[in-house]
């Protein structure tokens, strides 16, 4: 699967790797979700106002609503859903822009193709005089996607705070036996094959298998198992 982050196309084996990517690498999610809120705060408050006049055409059949006033409610419907429309619906237009271009069709695509056909339908129904008209719909439907792309943001916020301890206690040097010396090396240097010593109490830099000496170590990060593990000569070790 292919996702733009951050103004880039990007490929991803599936949707588990892409969250764990933009979880690593990302430093904006925290901004993202504070947007998110804001967004929803702003169509809620348009939604629910859109909401109580219609609560007046969907009850006509009980209460009765003069002819005379319908054209206004439409009008105060139209005005109220509008920015809702334009707020919420922003970031799947440009999405569904920018996946354009490059010859592909994403959700967001048939998100904007609903919203816009309700919209553009009932706006027309506007001028025309029409009694249906569906900007509740449009709405409704931006904010219930947009509460998803929230709480999905919320999580990576959450998960990239969890993260941060781990990240900044990642050993960045492996100490390596090379003949008789021993030489620190940054861990992106080392490579398969070659031999690195690990003292009592130093973090394990690189995953590999334990030549010579025995140690407990800790692995609650990987296997949720809190009691530390026994490692001795032949035994594999996770960093």
Known sequence: MERRLNGEACAFCCYGCCIAFQVKSGRHEEWEAAWLLIQLGVGGFLSMNIMMFSLLLYSDAFTGVDAGVLPWIHLLLWIFATPAVVILG???????????????????????????????YSAFAVFEGSTHVYFDTAVMVLMLFTVGRYLEAVGRARAARDLEPLLAAE???????????????????VSAGMLVRVRPGERIPVDGVVVEGESNTDEAVITGES???????????IA
Do not use: C, F, H
Not at 227 to 237: H, I, L, W, Y
């Open 227 to 237: 009691r530390q593990v026994t490692k001795g000569a032949g035994s594999k070790v």
């Open 90 to 120: 922003g970031p799947y237009l440009r999405e569904m822009w920018l996946n354009g271009i490059q010859g592909r069709v994403t959700s967001s695509a048939l998100i904007v193709l609903g919203v816009a056909a309700a919209y553009l």
């Open 171 to 189: 050993s960045e040097s492996a100490t390596v036996i090379d003949g008789a010396a021993e030489i620190r090396r940054p861990v992106r240097e």
